[in-house]
């Protein structure tokens, strides 16, 4: 299984470009993730799906997108960048949203915004 | 949320146990207590999680307070393939993990 397949790993964006960040799972999970982490600080949650069709805002939402059309895959959309997205993100599942459950994560997007 | 807090940083010299400690003083009686780490340029990954008894896996040991407000993660012989941050977490809204900035735990050879 190759889990959770996050691509690009690197990209670099002009203010106002839009991107898609790609979130693949194989592990037919339920939930899944976005999360952000800023230099030298914990991950933020941007938003979360607990299944197909189903997304919902985390505690950074403003200026990102999600879509669940299938259940293994969680695209994460920038409408227009800016440098305050410049970020690492991560996409994470788990089997479900059950609060004992784990979570796997994929190895991140560096996202530069000049 | 149940918000937890953690020393910034510590120290091991390899091949010794250490103790990673976590505060969640408000955490409820049905959040979780969870330990994640992550190393140099990669994802957080799963170490272990428990609820209300001490938990033991391949990983590591954890060793949960009996009123549920502190936690400590055991790693019983510290390697350098362990230097990376550690965060506690203390769950209240399912998998929608709150992030703390972690333990930042260095292995000394």
């Known amino acids: 299984n190759a889990g959770v397949t996050q691509t690009p790993k690197f990209q670099v964006l002009k203010t106002g470009q839009s991107m898609t960040l790609q979130c693949a799972q194989d592990m037919n999970h339920e939930y899944m993730s976005w999360y952000r982490q800023d230099p030298g600080m914990g991950l933020r949650l941007i938003h979360y799906s607990v299944g197909a069709g189903i997304t919902d805002q985390g505690e950074v939402p403003n200026g990102y997108n999600v879509s669940r059309s299938t259940t293994e895959d969680f695209p994460l959309r920038l409408l227009s960048a800016a440098p305050s997205q410049t970020s690492v993100y991560f996409c994470?599942?788990?089997?479900?949203?059950?609060?004992?459950?784990?979570?796997?994560f994929g190895s991140g997007t560096q996202l530069s915004v000049l | 949320d149940a918000k937890t807090t953690q020393p910034n940083s510590m120290e091991s010299n390899e091949e010794e146990p250490v103790h990673l400690p976590c505060n969640h003083s408000?955490?409820?009686?049905?959040?979780?207590i969870h330990w994640y780490r992550q190393l140099p340029s990669q994802g957080p990954e799963y170490v272990i999680h428990?609820?209300?008894s001490n938990v033991n896996n391949r990983m590591a040991s954890l060793a949960i307070a009996e009123d549920r407000k502190s936690s400590t993660l055991i790693l019983h012989r510290a390697t350098l393939r362990d230097a990376a941050v550690y965060y506690c977490i203390g769950d209240n809204y399912g998998q929608n993990f709150v992030f703390g900035p972690g333990t930042r735990l260095s292995v000394l050879p």
């Open positions: 408000t955490i409820s009686g049905t959040d979780y």
């Open positions: 428990g609820l209300t």
């Open positions: 994470a599942s788990s089997y479900s949203p059950n609060p004992s459950e784990k979570l796997f």
